[in-house]
């Protein structure tokens, strides 16, 4: 099978995180992209070097998931580890296995430590659970891929205890711009839901208080998706089976051709096929259809299960995402969660990796009033945001200019060089969260920047990086951007460093002065 070019460079990411001593790493690839076919071809490559590979998951569906795409796209079998089945004593060199079968004591103790060479975690995002630590703390030799959906920087962050790198991620609007993914249109549905009674539980909302807060809106809801939806093949998320039930009768009351699916149902593969076939045009479902169900013309996603997870709501919103014939997008309903808390995830924690572009994003689609492109909005709030720091800027500038400090604050650098990944920067691994070090804070400083304002190596290191880039380009450095853009001189980040060094000198020559016929911010 030929792998798509993000693919390609995916699968030598993590080959080169491996060769590079770093045996525990992450691939990030958007819901859609494909990422159990990547695992297979690292799967088939470890195997052609003599390993045994380890496919682990927490669920029987995405092991055989994973189990039948290696088989179609490899042709390696796989044994399989999990209830009463067991790999020991098989010839195969791939195994599927269930963390729930394998984290028993009883179980793992049947297993040498060196018997898997390598280790693929599909739906990564579960593995900072006890569960899996017990596995990999067994197999402590083992390579360790974990493999993921989630968007999430907080989501990361908390992987980071596991994981040593990132190998590799593909983001949602890359994957829309080259034609992978559908393009996502954001609407907000202006009902005020009230969630400050609901409770929490294991980090996010407790259901069960979200199906009571739910419920007396569940007819007003109905009512927005005729507006929005009627002509639409929908996936509706809901907290409990029994708020499912009931909004599906609400639905069909209503007029559409709705179907309920849950773990219980015996019939539950003979719906899904129906609804795939159009029998029905709304699925209505408590958290069953989050991994492994895909549904390519689904073009509209209606999330009633508010969340705190974006691991969570990225693979709910994923069940639309894929392209499908005579389909232009994905319609994503969102609703005014009222809350006194702020973590709620919104179409913006989709596409935004800085909380604050995605709080600007978030307002401007809730006073929009209409379908907004995700992609389209996120560049508007960015711009937002800027416009917004460039506003504190000129006023941390003039206080700067009566401080005289001789190096460059680095938001200042970050904001002329136009650096959105700098300025947002949020350290994800253990060794960047720590402080920068003795020789960075040195180097910083003879590069002209202030040190004091970086707290943490990662970003320090990334800093350095840029810097040693743009001395090779032969752009300008920090002390020429202070410089100039105390004199009024706009976004001097850009320039070629003999362009903004002739100037200084002209300026050096003329007393310090601006020259005539030169205005700055015209310049």
């Not at 018997?115 to 197999?139: K, M, N, P």
């Not at 499908?324 to 989709?350: I, M, S, V």
């Not at 743009?470 to 002390?479: D, I, S, W």
């Not at 460093?497 to 003329?510: P, Q, S, T, V």
Request: net charge neutral; charged share 30%; with cysteine.
């Amino acid at each position: 099978m030929e792998l798509r070019p993000y693919q390609n460079e995916a699968k030598s990411a993590v080959f080169r995180e491996w060769e590079n001593g770093c045996n525990k790493t992450l691939l990030v690839l958007p819901t859609g992209c494909g990422k159990t076919i990547v695992f297979a071809k690292i799967t088939e490559e470890c195997v052609r070097k003599g390993q045994r590979v380890l496919i682990l998951a927490h669920r029987g569906e995405l092991l055989e998931q994973a189990s039948d795409k290696i088989m179609k796209t490899t042709g390696l079998g796989c044994a399989t580890e999990k209830a009463e089945e067991s790999c020991i004593g098989s010839w195969y060199r791939v195994v599927v296995g269930s963390v729930q079968t394998l984290m028993r004591e009883k179980r793992l103790n049947q297993f040498k430590s060196n018997y898997f060479d390598t280790i693929i975690i599909d739906e990564a995002h579960h593995c900072i659970s006890d569960s899996y630590r017990r596995v990999l703390d067994h197999f402590c030799d083992a390579k360790v891929l974990g493999v993921t959906a989630t968007p999430d920087r907080g989501d990361m962050k908390n992987l980071g205890q596991v994981f040593e790198s990132l190998a590799y991620e593909y983001t949602l609007p890359k994957a829309i711009k080259e034609g992978y993914l559908s393009p996502i249109k954001a609407l907000t549905i202006p009902l005020k839901l009230d969630l400050t009674g609901v409770g929490t539980q294991a980090g996010d909302f407790k259901s069960s208080d979200i199906s009571t807060a739910l419920d007396p809106y569940l007819y007003q809801i109905a009512d927005e998706m005729t507006k929005h939806c009627k002509n639409r093949k929908t996936v509706v998320f809901l907290p409990l089976v029994k708020t499912s039930k009931k909004f599906r009768d609400i639905l069909n009351e209503k007029g559409f051709k709705a179907a309920e699916v849950n773990g219980e149902s015996k019939e539950r593969a003979e719906i899904l096929n129906d609804f795939e076939n159009n029998k029905y045009n709304v699925l209505c479902n408590s958290m069953l259809l989050t991994e492994g169900w895909d549904c390519p013309d689904v073009d509209c996603v209606v999330i009633l299960r508010p969340t705190k997870v974006r691991s969570l709501y990225s693979q709910m919103v994923g069940r639309g995402t894929r392209l499908a014939p005579n389909k232009d997008h994905l319609l994503l309903l969102d609703f005014l969660w009222h809350t006194e808390r702020h973590e709620l995830c919104h179409p913006a924690h989709l596409i935004c990796e800085n909380e604050e572009v995605a709080v600007k994003m978030t307002e401007n689609i809730e006073n929009a009033g209409y379908p907004v492109d995700i992609e389209e909005a996120e560049e508007k709030a960015s711009e937002d945001v800027v416009a917004q720091r460039e506003e504190a800027l000129a006023n941390l500038l003039a206080e700067m200019k009566k401080r005289k400090r001789k190096l460059v604050d680095p938001l200042q650098f970050e904001m002329s060089i136009q650096a959105e990944d700098l300025s947002g920067y949020v350290p994800t691994f253990g060794w960047e969260m720590s402080p920068p070090s003795d020789k960075q804070i040195k180097v910083l400083e003879k590069y002209g920047i202030f040190p004091d304002e970086i707290d943490n190596a990662g970003k320090a290191t990334k800093l350095l990086e840029r810097l040693e880039k743009r001395r090779v380009a032969g752009l300008t450095t920090p002390k020429q951007i202070r410089f100039l853009e105390s004199r009024g001189f706009q976004h001097v980040g850009v320039w070629e460093f003999e362009k903004a060094k002739n100037l200084i000198d002209r300026i050096a020559a003329n007393g310090w002065r601006i020259p005539s016929g030169i205005n700055p911010s015209e310049y």
